[in-house]
């Protein structure tokens, strides 16, 4: 059973906590908020503009798209990882991606609008949301490189070390969809696996 945090519990746990001051958590905390959801749920659906930045309290989640017609699944993240989609909030335009939770889940959400305006107060702020986008970016060029050189199989066994318990969270389809091969191929690098170890 998930506990009821308050945000300023959350905004504790956040990461790169050393640009975040006492005073710029208490501002944080009047535009934020704790969403509860349960698994398999929309917090941000395709075609909407992202205002918010979320962190994973509790559960999972994921960021998907559709291509024609079928779901595929961009990044997962668990406790302590940021979801937001960056081309939209920086743009402000609708996105064509979507956030959901996979398992039943806690999410902080700190309105975007308020961290750019409090970022004139306060230039750790503005350190720690660039440090945040970094990461992101840096995260999501590495994906790009694994799917240029890294086989099916190699990017499943990279897959389960940075997310060990992802086969007890995720559906299959989450999983093959996000290593960019169908389920079939999955459960033949799953059975080649298994009978080698």
């Given at each position: 059973m998930i506990d009821r945090p308050t945000i300023r519990d959350f905004l504790d746990q956040l990461p790169y906590q050393n640009y975040?001051?006492?005073?710029?958590?208490?501002?944080?905390?009047?535009?934020?908020?704790?969403?509860?959801?349960?698994?398999?749920?929309?917090l941000q659906p395709i075609g909407s503009t992202c205002k918010n930045i979320y962190f994973v309290f509790e559960g999972s989640a994921r960021i998907f798209y559709l291509r024609d017609g079928t779901e595929i699944?961009?990044?997962?993240?668990?406790?302590?990882?940021?979801?937001?989609r960056v081309e939209s909030l920086l743009r402000n335009k609708s996105t064509k991606k979507g956030i959901e939770s996979i398992s039943k889940s806690v999410f902080l959400e700190i309105n975007a609008a308020s961290i750019f305006t409090l970022f004139e107060q306060d230039k750790n702020l503005e350190k720690w949301f660039n440090t945040l986008i970094q990461d992101a970016f840096i995260e999501n060029v590495q994906r790009t490189e694994h799917f240029q050189i890294l086989s099916p199989?190699?990017?499943?066994?990279?897959?389960?070390?940075?997310?060990?318990?992802?086969?007890?969270?995720?559906?299959?389809?989450?999983?093959?969809?996000?290593?960019?091969?169908?389920q079939v191929s999955l459960s033949r690098i799953r059975r080649r696996i298994d009978r080698h170890s």
């Open positions: 975040l001051s006492n005073q710029i958590k208490s501002q944080l905390e009047l535009h934020s908020k704790v969403i509860f959801l349960p698994g398999k749920t929309q699944t961009e990044y997962f993240a668990r406790k302590g990882d940021i979801l937001i199989e190699e990017r499943y066994f990279q897959l389960i070390q940075v997310f060990p318990d992802i086969l007890n969270i995720a559906p299959l389809k989450y999983i093959a969809s996000y290593l960019g091969i169908t």
